[in-house]
Every structure is written in C-alpha cells, then in structure tokens.
C-alpha cells in the first residue's frame, strides 16, 4: 500500500490500487505524519462520504482543510469558502447561486462555441501537440479572460501562476515546492505561495470593472 502523503506516491497517476485496497480492508484508513505534513484519516467508501459531508457538525470544513499545521491566524487569512460549514456556507451559496442560473450560463453559449472552435482550429495546425497546453487549458482560460475583461496576453501568465499556487507540491509547477523550500514569509498566503502574492498584486492593479462586465448582464 503507498503512502498517500508521499507525493512521490502520485508521479505515476492515482494510485488506485492502494484505494482498492483501503475500501476493501480499512474503509476508514489512518495516514501517518510525513515530510512535514501533519497525520490525516481517508474515507474511501462512497457511503461514508457522503454521509460526512451531511454531518458539519462532526466533520467540519470550519476548522481548516489543509492537511498541513496551521495557527488560527493563518487558518483566517487563508480561509475560503470552502472552510465554512452551514449555516454560513448555505448563505453564500443562495448569494452566488443566481449567477450560476441556466439562464444566465446560456448566455455564454455562443462565445464559448466560438472560442472552442477557434482554439481546435489553431491547434490542428500543428501537425503535433499536446491536446491538454493546445486545447483543455486553454477554453476556461479565454472564457474567464473575457468574463474578467482581463487581456489575452496576460492570460498565459495567469494560468501559469494559478499552476503554481494550486501545484504547490509538484515541482513542475512551482519552485518553491511546500515540503522541500522554506515558505514560511508567504505562510498567510493562500496555498503558502509566493504566486499568490503575485496574483493580488495584479488584481490590485486592474480596474474595479473586473466583476461589472458580462456576469452582470
């Protein structure tokens, strides 16, 4: 059975074998501390699952997400929606519900069309490429880009930098890896990175119409 906290455990893909294994023999499958990564439980079974998921009050997202040791302070500063139990987190989810409407979504429709068609068409002028750099990646990149009103030529860099803080322990994302390299200045960042300094400071430099474009229509 692999170490799940090893990220070594990962390079080849998920390791499902060890899943398997847990589901079968320990459904609730206890991970020791590793590589400076504090000791967590695995639920494996889809029953399980979902029965903690309706139980805030014994598995809560409150206390933090993070499978790393944190101070309260850094737990607040890097807290998201995601760190929010009911009633808090339902009130959220009415807030920004109505945004995600089918109504609303079907307005996108034809740009979303017309971007994937021009994304395929570029791409297949290479008579080889990688469908995930040339094609996946880029679709959500452009629609956000023009959700946003944010340049097309910052956007590789942001898909870079998003890379980077979310692949905060693959060091083909980011070179400061959180188990190999002191990150302890960008310890109230989010993911403990420096992209995500560099993310705010470019948020901070774009104008205010950001979030007043398409979504508000």
């Excluded at 980011?174 to 300094?197: E, L």
Aim: one cysteine or more.
């Amino acid at each position: 059975m692999k170490n799940l906290a090893d990220h070594d455990s990962f390079v080849d893909g998920v390791p499902h074998e060890t899943f398997a294994q847990m589901r079968a023999q320990a459904p609730l499958h206890w991970t020791e501390a590793f590589g400076g990564q504090k000791g967590f439980w695995s639920l494996t079974r889809y029953a399980d699952i979902m029965a903690a998921q309706k139980d805030p009050n014994t598995f809560s997202s409150a206390q933090g997400i993070r499978i790393e040791d944190q101070s309260h302070d850094e737990y607040l500063a890097r807290r998201t929606f995601q760190e929010t139990d009911p009633p808090e987190h339902t009130v959220t989810r009415r807030a920004v519900n109505p945004v995600f409407a089918k109504p609303v979504v079907a307005q996108f429709e034809p740009l979303i069309r017309k971007l994937a068609h021009d994304i395929v068409a570029e791409a297949l002028d290479h008579a080889e490429f990688d469908a995930v750099d040339k094609i996946a990646k880029r679709l959500p990149m452009l629609m956000l880009g023009r959700i946003l009103g944010v340049s097309d030529a910052d956007l590789d860099w942001l898909v870079e930098r998003g890379d980077a803080l979310i692949g905060n322990t693959d060091p083909d994302f980011t070179d400061t890896v959180i188990d190999k390299v002191d990150t302890d200045a960008y310890r109230m960042m989010p993911f403990r990175s420096p992209a995500g300094v560099e993310l705010y400071d470019y948020a901070d430099d774009c104008p205010s119409s950001w979030f007043l474009g398409p979504m508000a229509v």
